[in-house]
């Protein structure tokens, strides 16, 4: 089946420094790409959509210049959170669709990626 | 307004239990309609989506747009299948919204005691 990355798994950085997260399809090519954020016990929450060779798409409330996103390749799609703080420290998720699948909209998630900040 | 609306946080029942998480959903549109599963320590999977119509796993969900439902059954639950359910719907580019955008309700925890 597909398989999507993420790298690293975890990650402890200071208040104020940046953080790059790595999202990649392994073996499928993906023109989307998804950037959601999980806190504790609650449910994923959709940050932005990712477009290779386009702009991000940020959902209401995301700023987009804190998270910056790039999907330079078909297989490949960055976040970075700048001048990170305390409260961005989360469980970040990507997923991957298909570009080549059939016409459906299912995603295959990446394993996640565990941001403290301290 | 889209949504996806999961009542239930918690679902405790005894193994061998029928079992039922309910999903509705909002949207004007015709959705696609999935179930996720998250397993202790795992990623986010599939299980089952509204147009194979299958069963995996033993459990099947029925598309009900006259009630906007999806509910996930299964006739007699599994310690294994204690895990996260998430209920999710995609709406087709035609109708607007970004397309392939996948809406998830709040989940439902899963909790099969022996």
């Known amino acids: 089946g597909a398989v999507v990355s993420q790298h690293p798994s975890w990650v402890i950085c200071k208040s104020g420094t940046s953080v790059k997260i790595e999202c990649r399809s392994l073996?499928?090519?993906?023109?989307?790409m998804f950037w959601y954020r999980q806190f504790p016990k609650q449910s994923l929450m959709l940050m932005a959509t990712?477009?290779?060779?386009?702009?991000?798409?940020?959902e209401q409330g995301v700023e987009k210049d804190k998270f910056l996103i790039n999907h330079a390749s078909l297989t490949l799609s960055t976040l970075t959170v700048t001048s990170a703080h305390p409260e961005d420290s989360s469980f970040y998720i990507c997923?991957?669709?298909?570009?080549?699948?059939?016409?459906?909209?299912?995603?295959?998630f990446g394993p996640g990626t565990r941001l403290t900040v301290t | 307004a889209q949504r996806v609306t999961q009542p239930e946080k918690l679902l405790s029942v005894f193994k061998g239990a029928p079992v039922e998480l309910k999903c509705n959903y909002s949207y004007s549109g015709s959705p696609e309609l999935f179930w996720y599963v998250q397993y202790s320590r795992q990623r986010l999977q599939l299980l089952l989506r509204?147009?194979s119509r299958e069963s995996i796993k033993g459990f099947t969900a029925d598309l009900n747009k006259g009630e906007t439902s999806f509910h996930l059954k299964k006739p007699f639950a599994q310690e294994e299948d204690s895990a996260m359910y998430y209920c999710a719907l995609s709406g087709f580019a035609n109708y607007g919204g970004s397309q392939g955008n996948l809406i998830f309700g709040k989940g439902t925890k899963l909790s099969v005691k022996p």
């Open positions: 997923s991957a669709r298909d570009s080549q699948g059939l016409v459906t909209y299912e995603q295959y």
């Open positions: 990712s477009n290779e060779g386009s702009k991000a798409t940020y």
């Open positions: 509204h147009i």
């Open positions: 073996d499928f090519q993906a023109t989307t």
